[in-house]
């Protein structure tokens, strides 16, 4: 296993610059996503690790080894593709050695090599089919396989699981994050799935236009984006994102929210120092939808939570929670609440707005305000 | 950089593998620019010289296209190719699509059939050529046959009258090539997604008005390439003519290609021959570019 | 009522379906007539031809129009049939088709699984000489054959054809390797299989169908050519088609019908059977040569 480094590495294709300036670095061990929505560069990236895309200018390291040089089969790594990439010609056992025969390991080790890695992902009774007599799942095993097989310094994943159907990528998924801790292997797994990136990665890096937005461990990055497309792109329903002023109210920071009924304001709990130079200016104000909840429980008292009774448009029930959907200061708010407490669309009902963790963002550079 | 700390240099057998692929493709590549463009710019200076038996290389101006169009054999070569052009092209897309759109109404035996409408494309041009002629022999064949039915007064004599003898090149050549436009529409008329044709069913069109106004509308790639390569196969003609008339009576039945190969090669003409070959070039460019063109932009603009 | 109805609908549609089938059956009389026309000639006598007619059937039976044309039909002033020929075409045919197939196996996997820059640009320039009409490389490639000194021989025709063949052959490989993924070459480069090995182990084991149908179709057009065949070759040289067509035409003695068309189908066997054997495969080159040339 080994560490990877990516320096000023950029990409540019005739006159479009598909990577800027890129810097990346990992441990040894370490699983490490690259997301964004298509056309963002991360496969790209990927390619450039890989080998078979030759960067413009800048570096890649893999193990403190500069590989720049190298071709794709002297870098000691393996990918896994988004089709699989297997052999339609040859058997599952074939496709898994096909790698150590082209690096001359002998035939017994291989033999050996092949039945353990198909112990680990239970395909023994596969070995001697073709790949088209095999589902997408265990297409999917057989792949894994033959990048187990060659036992690399780094495994490459290209959005192994996005032909899967749903269930199925979640057991897949499941099962990447099990061999990861079993392997001890560092990874690097390209996907446009925020659940994905937030249930596998140990670091991720999210990616637009060629860029790196930020990169971080997921919770980090979760709780902390640096701009809003990191905002928006990360989490399921997406952060609300509502277009605030910023005013002082008896020495507190607050932000002033309008609705069809009225304006309230909900004072800002924290953030002083970043927010003291916006008073009397707009703001985004960014606030998941876990952190509007239900009022009216009687836990408000004394908590940082405020309750505001609002006019429900939209329900949407998906089992464990309920979303609400509301209108405030034109935007829709999404709220998250317990099934139980949801009303019913086109009524009113309480709301309790968490501001703890709310995030602000500059609306021109639309980078998070920070303290000076 | 910091690249300057690791080794810049590739080792041998990578740089030969990366340059492998142009490698590969460069023999071909050197064919085509000295066997096509070179050959075609070779022609074209010959075009322009008074080259006759043998080739000269001095430039004369226009020359032999001022003494091509004062040609009337030329002439009639020219007029020739738009009567059977057209005439080909017509009637293989008219037989085609007919045979097409029959073989599309889920029937027997499809497979079989459209076997028999398809093989002539397996017989060169010769061969129909030779079978055509004795078929249209003027006094055993077609017209032989049709007097012993008892229409005693039935004349088919195309093949030695000046005046027709264009019109049998037609006929055997739409014989050869329509079963191949059948292929084609059959093609394109399976790759019809068939819930158009239940929505249109669904609206209470009629079988025909389905066909008319919304799957043969929707033939229109498969009409172009279609056309593109009857008009391809009308120009270069030379093997049918060849085989069922010579060219002849006289040269009623020439066409530009065996117009160019009677005085590039049989007349010593050499300059006229390259006049010629450069206007079939011109021909061809002229209907397929155009054609191509549209088709391409059509497709960018969705 | 409900009867009625039934009667009604049924009635138009089983005349419709009569009239398709018989216009379908019509249809392949007309293309199954000359081949008729053909056969039966070629084993009657002259004097049957001369008093019957076209569609009539032998009275019986002769090989003999057919072993003239196979060993003693005359062919301009060679007397010998067309046995010479017939071996001329085989001995320039199979060696320019393997040729030119093997070539264009290579091109379309440079042009999908090795594309560099520009390599669009002359996949674009290649697929131009699809298109030229062959009268206008005729001179030059008539003088260049004279300076190589394969003028009027069988290398001679298999250059020509293996060199006007690579645009169709490259495009076949392409277009079929177009829809191989990608990923399958960069996997095996991650294997550690290079530009060779890849063909060979991973490339070319896809590939059956795609030879199939190059194979055949490259053996139909350079089969069935006539225009190299009489302008780059002379005498005993020359392929069946020139042959068959100097046979046909030859204007001294007596007009043998029942030779020509024997010599007529001689020169359409190989192609014939290839359709017969492998039919599938001949529509689909038809069909994939044109979609994209």
Same mark, same amino acid.
């Given at each position: 296993m080994a560490s990877l480094e990516v320096r000023n590495v950029r990409r540019v294709f005739g006159s479009t610059e !598909?990577?800027?300036?890129i810097n990346l670095s990992i441990d040894s061990g370490d699983f490490l996503i690259l997301v964004?929505?298509?056309?963002?560069g991360k496969s790209t990236l990927l390619n450039i690790i890989a080998g078979l895309d030759t960067p413009t200018s800048g570096d890649v390291l893999i193990g403190d080894q500069v !590989?720049?040089?190298?071709?794709p089969k002297d870098r000691d790594i393996a990918m896994v593709f988004q089709s699989y990439a297997?052999?339609?010609?040859?058997s599952v056992r074939k496709n898994i050695s096909f790698g150590l025969e082209m690096r001359g390991v002998p035939k017994e080790e291989r033999a050996k090599t092949v039945n353990r890695v198909a112990k680990i992902l239970q395909i023994e009774h596969l070995l001697?089919?073709?790949?088209?007599?095999?589902?997408g799942g265990q297409r999917q095993r057989v792949a894994m396989g033959r990048a187990i097989a060659r036992d690399p310094a780094l495994f490459l994943f290209d959005e192994?699981?996005?032909?899967?159907d749903a269930k199925l990528r979640v057991e897949m998924r499941m099962e990447i994050k099990l061999l990861h801790e079993r392997l001890k292997a560092t990874i690097v797994y390209v996907t446009h799935d925020q659940i994905e990136a937030m249930t596998l990665g140990s670091r991720i890096a999210v990616m637009h236009g060629g860029e790196i937005r930020q990169f971080g461990p997921p919770q980090e990055i979760y709780?902390?984006?640096?701009d809003l497309f990191v905002a928006g792109f990360i989490g399921s329903p997406s952060m609300n994102f509502i277009r605030t002023e910023v005013v002082e109210r008896g020495g507190d920071i607050a932000v002033q929210l309008k609705t069809a009924s009225g304006a309230f304001a909900l004072s800002v709990p924290g953030q002083q120092a970043a927010l003291r130079p916006w008073i009397g200016k707009s703001v985004i104000l960014g606030l998941r939808p876990e952190q509007i909840s239900a009022g009216?429980?009687?836990?408000?008292?004394?908590?940082?939570v405020q309750e505001q009774r609002l006019t429900i448009d939209l329900v949407e029930p998906t089992g464990p929670d309920t979303l609400l959907f509301t209108q405030i200061s034109d935007a829709t708010v999404c709220a998250r609440v317990r099934p139980e407490h949801a009303c019913r669309a086109g009524e009113t009902m309480a709301l309790a707005f968490d501001l703890s963790k709310a995030v602000f963002f500059?609306?021109?550079?639309?980078k998070r305000l920070r303290a000076p | 950089m910091s690249s300057a700390a690791s080794p810049a240099f590739k080792r041998l057998g990578d740089v030969v593998e990366q340059a492998l692929p142009k490698l590969v493709l460069g023999p071909t590549l050197l064919a085509s620019l000295v066997f096509v463009y070179g050959f075609i710019l070779w022609t074209g200076w010959l075009s322009f010289t008074e080259s006759r038996m043998l080739p000269r290389y001095e430039l004369a101006g226009l020359v032999q296209y001022i003494s091509l169009f004062q040609n009337d054999r030329w002439w009639v070569a020219l007029t020739n190719l738009a009567v059977f052009g057209s005439l080909f092209i017509l009637v293989c897309l008219a037989v085609g699509l007919l045979m097409a759109v029959l073989l599309d109404q889920?029937?027997?035996a499809e497979g079989a059939l459209r076997s028999i409408y398809l093989y002539?494309?397996?017989?060169s041009f010769i061969v129909t050529g030779t079978a055509w002629k004795w078929i249209l022999?003027?006094?055993?064949?077609l017209e032989r046959l049709v007097q012993q039915m008892g229409f005693t007064d039935f004349t088919f004599d195309w093949l030695v009258n000046p005046d027709m003898s264009i019109y049998t090149v037609v006929i055997a050549g739409a014989w050869q090539s329509s079963g191949f436009v059948m292929a084609l529409f059959l093609a394109g008329l399976r790759g019809i997604d068939e819930s158009i044709i239940k929505a249109a069913q669904v609206d209470g069109a009629s079988m025909p008005r389905i066909y008319l106004s919304i799957v043969i509308p929707s033939l229109r790639p498969v009409f172009l390439s279609a056309i593109i390569i009857l008009a391809h196969i009308a120009i270069k003609s030379f093997d049918l003519v060849m085989a069922l008339t010579?060219?002849?009576?006289?040269?009623?039945?020439?066409l530009p290609a065996t117009f160019m190969y009677a005085f590039g090669f049989?007349?010593?003409q050499i300059g006229l021959g390259a006049a010629s070959a450069m206007m079939m070039l011109f021909t061809v460019a002229a209907v397929v570019v155009p054609l191509m063109y549209s088709e391409l932009r059509r497709q960018r603009h969705g | 009522m409900a009867e009625h109805a039934e009667v009604r609908t049924a009635g138009p549609r089983l005349l419709g379906r009569a009239v398709i089938y018989a216009l379908l059956i019509l249809l392949a009389m007309y293309y199954l007539a000359p081949l008729f026309v053909m056969v039966s000639t070629s084993v009657k006598t002259l004097d049957e031809i001369r008093a019957g007619n076209l569609i009539a059937l032998p009275a019986e039976i002769t090989l003999s129009a057919w072993a003239k044309a196979w060993s003693?039909?005359?062919t301009g002033v060679d007397c010998s049939g067309l046995r010479g020929n017939f071996w001329n075409s085989v001995s320039f045919v199979v060696p320019a088709v393997l040729i030119s197939t093997l070539i264009g196996a290579f091109n379309g996997y440079v042009l999908t699984?090795? /594309?560099? /820059?520009?390599s669009d640009l002359l996949f674009t320039l290649l697929m131009i000489g699809c298109f030229i009409p062959f009268q206008v490389v005729l001179l030059p490639m008539a003088q260049t054959l004279g300076w190589l000194g394969i003028a009027n021989s069988t290398t001679g025709l298999v250059f020509v054809h293996v060199v006007y063949g690579l645009a169709f052959t490259t495009l076949f490989f392409r277009n079929f390797y177009v829809?191989?993924?990608q990923e399958m070459t960069k996997a095996a480069r991650i294997d550690g299989a290079g530009f060779f090995r890849i063909f060979w182990r991973i490339i070319l084991p896809l590939s059956p169908p795609i030879i199939t149908v190059t194979v055949i179709w490259q053996f139909t057009q350079i089969w069935n050519d006539f225009l190299f065949g009489v302008v780059f070759s002379s005498g005993e040289r020359q392929p069946i088609t020139v042959a068959l067509n100097n046979l046909v035409n030859t204007?001294?003695?007596?007009?043998?019908y029942n030779v020509d068309m024997a010599a007529a189908i001689i020169a359409a066997l190989p192609t014939l059977l290839v359709y017969v054997v492998a039919g599938k495969y001949f529509v689909r080159g038809l069909t994939a040569g044109s979609v994209k040339g």
């Open positions: !598909v990577l800027k300036d964004g929505p298509s056309g963002c !590989v720049n040089h190298l071709s297997l052999y339609p010609t040859m001697d089919r073709k790949p088209s007599q095999l589902s192994p699981l996005s032909n899967l709780d902390e984006p640096a009216g429980n009687g836990q408000t008292a004394g908590s940082k500059d609306p021109q550079s639309e | 889920r029937i027997r002539p494309m397996a017989l022999n003027p006094s055993l064949g010579g060219g002849g009576p006289g040269f009623s039945s020439d049989t007349r010593n | 003693s039909a005359c699984m090795w /594309r560099f /820059r520009g829809s191989v993924p204007s001294t003695g007596v007009k043998e």
